[in-house]
């Protein structure tokens, strides 16, 4: 069944299938810039990016080569080390293993090659270099080197930035501070001249000192461990213009090919209804909402009930629904009995919805209809194959659940036995020797569960 995806570039659903004779998907996302813990709507986007990931492994086993880059010296990353007095890679360190735990918490596959912009300093010299050799970008008199938009005439096929220049006026207003740096206010940065600001943040280039701007990290990144053209690229929608016109024009103006084959920009979340933000006081990070007692796993349910091509409101009646759902179908996972319904994909209809340009919320209300049909009868591979599509982690969903030991687990088949074969003086003394142990055993239609006795 393919995977069909709508593409931001031709505005089309189209078939993701890899491009080279290897067979290998190659996938890059955008990821965050290191300087303060990810909020929820940065992990709406991180989660919808993991539900591709997924629906890539399951499609091309093996075959998936997922990049996702860290942002780790910019203007945001070097103000918040100046602010704290400590250096830069100390603080982006502590960000980048925060953000790894919330990633873990949301169960989210790490990505195959995580690679940083410090950590790409040459790569991204080398391509500012090629492209300064092909006429595509100037050297500014204080030593920043700008791409020179005019010299691409692909530039704006992406956002139709052109379009939209012309419908309201300039879309590239002249309000950035190097603006007398350039030769024209849609010119940008490639290498920025090292400033007093920047501290100690400078690397040696041919034009001096200095770092290189934001957009290039992802073209020298890409190129480095994708190579010149790649099958995905994806981001939230705040990315499209200019980071992700921008990405289009170095790379292909440097690479001289095509970059990707296939742009998808995941929408915002907003807050009940409006737009996060620090001031309005309803940005939330996952440590938040732990706090309050949810759990991660009810977030990424919650950020999978909307479509993501749509804006999507959160609420905290989410989570309680969210946690709801979990509940369900954590339940309905234990009655599920080894070798009932095999073969037959019960839950098709969920990967299908995901396969049909990620319908997140079609997929979910697909999965509670077959859980409210079937009690039991379903094959459970099916099961877990939609659950695992999702990165529902269903163990981890409610409160920290105990994990029997492998003798308390024999004893309890041994009773479920007894008990089928209606051997219930048995079945009673088992249970006994279950409580001895510690554990109780909650019987169900079709199966059971154990969990720790409450004292
Ligand atoms: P940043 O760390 O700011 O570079 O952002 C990381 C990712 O989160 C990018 O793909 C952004 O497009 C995305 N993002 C930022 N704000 C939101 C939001 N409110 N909802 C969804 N995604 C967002
Ligand atoms: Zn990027």
């Not at 998808?264 to 001031?279: A, I, P, R």
């Not at 074969?421 to 055993?441: C, H, I, N, P, Q």
């Amino acid at each position: 069944m393919p995977i069909r995806l709508h593409d931001s570039l031709t505005r089309q659903t189209l078939e993701l299938k890899p491009a080279q004779k290897d067979g290998v998907y190659r996938f890059y996302n955008c990821g965050p810039t290191v300087y303060a813990p990810a909020h929820i709507g940065n992990f709406r986007t991180f989660v919808i990016n993991d539900v591709i990931r997924r629906l890539l492994e399951l499609e091309f086993p093996g075959k998936v080569k997922h990049v996702r880059n860290l942002t780790d010296v910019d203007d945001k990353t070097i103000r918040r080390a100046q602010d704290e007095q400590r250096p830069l890679a100390e603080v982006t360190r502590q960000w980048t293993d925060k953000f790894h735990a919330d990633c873990a918490a949301l169960n989210c596959l790490p990505p195959h090659v995580e690679p940083t912009a410090t950590g790409h300093i040459h790569e991204q010299v080398d391509m500012i270099d090629v492209l300064m050799k092909k006429g595509n970008a100037y050297r500014a008199a204080d030593g920043s080197v700008y791409f020179k938009v005019s010299s691409f005439d692909g530039y704006g096929a992406l956002s139709r930035v052109k379009e939209r220049e012309l419908q309201a006026g300039s879309a590239m207003k002249a309000t950035a501070a190097d603006a007398d740096e350039k030769e024209d206010v849609s010119d940008f940065a490639l290498w920025k001249a090292h400033k007093p600001d920047d501290g100690a943040n400078a690397w040696d280039s041919p034009w001096g000192r200095g770092r290189p701007g934001w957009h290039i990290e992802c073209s020298a990144m890409s190129k480095k461990h994708l190579g010149d053209t790649i099958d995905l690229h994806t981001g939230g929608v705040d990315l499209l213009f200019p980071h992700h016109e921008n990405e289009i024009a170095q790379s292909q103006c440097c690479n001289g090919t095509l970059f990707s084959h296939h742009w998808y920009h995941s929408e915002h979340l907003l807050v009940d209804g409006k737009k996060m933000s620090k001031s309005l006081g309803n940005l939330y990070t996952l440590d938040e909402l732990v706090a309050k007692g949810f759990s991660p796993m009810a977030l990424r349910y919650a950020l999978l009930m909307g479509h993501p091509r749509k804006q999507l409101s959160f609420s905290l009646d989410s989570m309680h629904a969210a946690e709801s759902a979990l509940t369900t179908l954590k339940n309905f996972r234990a009655t599920l009995l080894p070798g009932a319904g095999l073969g037959h994909d019960a839950f098709g209809p969920v990967l299908q919805a995901l396969h049909d340009d990620l319908n997140t919320p079609a997929a979910l209300g697909a999965l509670f209809t077959i859980v409210n049909r079937y009690a039991g009868e379903v094959d459970a591979a099916s099961f877990d194959r939609a659950i695992f599509a999702l990165g529902l982690d269903l163990n981890a969903a409610a409160a920290p659940q105990a994990t029997a030991p492998a003798a308390v687990t024999a004893l309890a088949e041994k009773r479920w036995a007894a008990k089928q074969a209606k051997d219930f003086a048995a079945a009673d003394a088992l249970r006994k020797e279950l409580t001895g142990a510690g554990w109780s055993m909650l019987d169900r239609k079709d199966g059971y569960s154990l969990e720790p006795v409450k004292k």
